[in-house]
Nanobody, 117 residues
Framework: QVQFVESGGGLVQPGGSLRLSCAAS????????MSWYRQTPGNERELVAW????????NYESSVKGRFTISRDNAKNTMYLQMNRLKPEDTGVYYC??????????WGQGTQVTVST
């Protein structure tokens, strides 16, 4: 079965850093672009970043560009999101999925990121 398991979230102060991980299984990881999404209560999921199949192309939503770095380790079927200089508006539940802005499979549980003093 296709699975996405997000981890690495937590409570951090503004200006701090977190590194999120997305462990994927049940499909050929290298055949798909991968994306990170963010959701706050009452809102739709927002595309935060996506990465090409081999990791050579990386793109970001404008508000996180320069602060977040998306990467993937195809040998481990894992995608990462390094988040630096975090802001309160980065708060939300972060999800991963295959595809570029259009999720291919069911969502995992996500990982909560809270940026607050």
């Amino acid at each position: 079965q296709v699975q996405f398991v997000e981890s690495g979230g937590g409570l951090v102060q503004p200006g701090g850093s977190l590194r999120l991980s997305c462990a994927a299984s049940g499909f050929t990881f290298t055949s798909y672009e991968m994306s990170w999404y963010r959701q706050t209560p009452g809102n739709e999921r927002e595309l935060v970043a996506w990465i090409g199949r081999l990791g050579g192309i990386r793109n970001y939503e404008s508000s996180v560009k320069g602060r977040f770095t998306i990467s993937r380790d195809n040998a481990k079927n894992t995608m990462y999101l390094q988040m630096n200089r975090l802001k309160p508006e980065d708060t939300g539940v972060y999800y991963c999925n295959a595809g570029r802005g259009a999720p291919v499979w069911y969502w995992g549980q996500g990982t909560q990121v809270t940026v607050s003093t």
